[in-house]
């Protein structure tokens, strides 16, 4: 099994930043792809941010030049820098991973509990 825990959502005033972090743990052998959704209420899930293990991104156009996505390999850790926040980010964060089990096995996409980003104006 393969666990995500997520951190960093809070409340922040309109044109802060908050950092989120997701650390991956369990049974890895590797890591794909990992990224951000978001979800408000009543609302699809939707993509904020992806990173591949090479290091390649995408952005939904929402977020482009205020978000930036990182990961630790090395920590099977996940970032997102949100600067320049807006109202309307306000939703709940998951955190999602693509995951390989053993050497042989097929991926597995696992996601974070959620995390509250809530931005005042």
């Known amino acids: 099994q393969v666990q995500l825990v997520e951190s960093g959502g809070g409340l922040v005033q309109a044109g802060g930043s908050l950092r989120l972090s997701c650390a991956a743990s369990?049974?890895?052998?590797?890591?794909?792809?990992m990224g951000w959704y978001r979800q408000g209420p009543g609302n699809q899930r939707e993509l904020v941010a992806t990173?591949?293990?090479?290091?390649?991104?995408n952005y939904a156009d929402s977020v482009k030049g205020r978000f930036t996505i990182s990961r630790d390999n090395t920590k099977n850790t996940v970032y997102l820098q949100m600067n320049s926040l807006k109202p309307e980010d306000t939703v709940v964060y998951y955190c999602?991973?693509?995951?390989?089990?053993?050497?042989?096995?097929?991926?597995?996409?696992?996601w974070g509990q959620g995390t509250q980003v809530t931005v005042s104006s």
């Open positions: 369990g049974s890895i052998f590797s890591i794909n792809a």
């Open positions: 999602y991973c693509n995951v390989r089990l053993g050497i042989l096995a097929r991926t597995y996409d696992y």
């Open positions: 990173i591949t293990s090479g290091g390649n991104t």
